[in-house]
């Protein structure tokens, strides 16, 4: 069962404006989808990290993965929702969704809702690209959890180039696996805050 609602002043310390982070894969291009789906088999330690990365929370707390109906209808999420997480779905259309699964119009809709959310562990945008676009232009997206794919798969679904708008994370050790003759490697980036003018 959800955790009731709550006023800004009961939540924990940064729930009201918490900050977020972008989960992705990509390939040599900065392809993520073709078909809606991903272009690349399935990668097991790429799948391994996303659960773990996504599903661990603090004692008492529940991440949230916030996506785009897309990416809610794709191969990979099947319209169902991703377990011992709270789903968020952005739309601007009617969508029926199953019990505890959010809708919201935008970004700021869906981090408004789950900044009432006494429960609350850590936020991660999971795609799909008009949603990482908007998100990477978000003040409070805070990293991206990167897994680069050493290929090109003629993706017809992109996103922007993550090395202009980022930076590695020294703390965060990077990680090279091979899979399917696939070379890849789970990275996590920090997001450049942007430049004044």
């Known amino acids: 069962m959800d955790a009731p609602l709550t006023s800004p002043a009961d939540l924990p310390h940064g ?3 918490a900050e977020f982070d972008l989960v992705l894969a990509v390939d040599a291009q900065w392809g993520i989808g073709k078909d809606n789906a991903l272009p690349w088999p399935k990668l097991s330690a790429d799948l391994q990290h996303f659960q773990r990365l996504t599903s661990t929370a603090p004692p008492g707390r529940r991440n ?3 996506m785009g109906r897309r990416t809610w ?3 990979e999420v099947g319209g169902r929702p991703l377990p011992r997480r709270c789903n968020v779905v952005l739309t601007s259309r009617s969508l029926v969704v199953p019990d505890g699964v959010l809708v919201a119009s935008s970004l700021e809709d869906a981090l408004t809702q789950l900044g009432r959310r006494a429960e609350l562990g850590h936020i991660f945008v999971i795609g799909g690209a008009e949603i990482y676009r908007l998100a990477l232009a978000h003040p ?15 993706a017809d679904t992109f996103v922007p180039d993550l090395d202009a708008l980022c930076e ?12 399917h003759d696939l070379e890849f490697r789970i990275e996590k980036l920090l997001v450049r805050p942007p430049r004044r003018t």
């Not at 409070?140 to 003629?154: D, K, N, Q």
């Not at 590695?168 to 899979?179: G, M």
């Open 15 to 17: 729930a009201a404006d």
């Open 64 to 66: 949230a993965v916030v």
């Open 73 to 75: 209808e794709s191969k």
């Open 140 to 154: 409070r997206c805070r990293a991206v959890y990167l897994t680069r794919v050493a290929a090109t798969f003629g």
């Open 168 to 179: 590695p994370d020294p703390s965060w050790p990077a990680r090279t696996h091979r899979e």
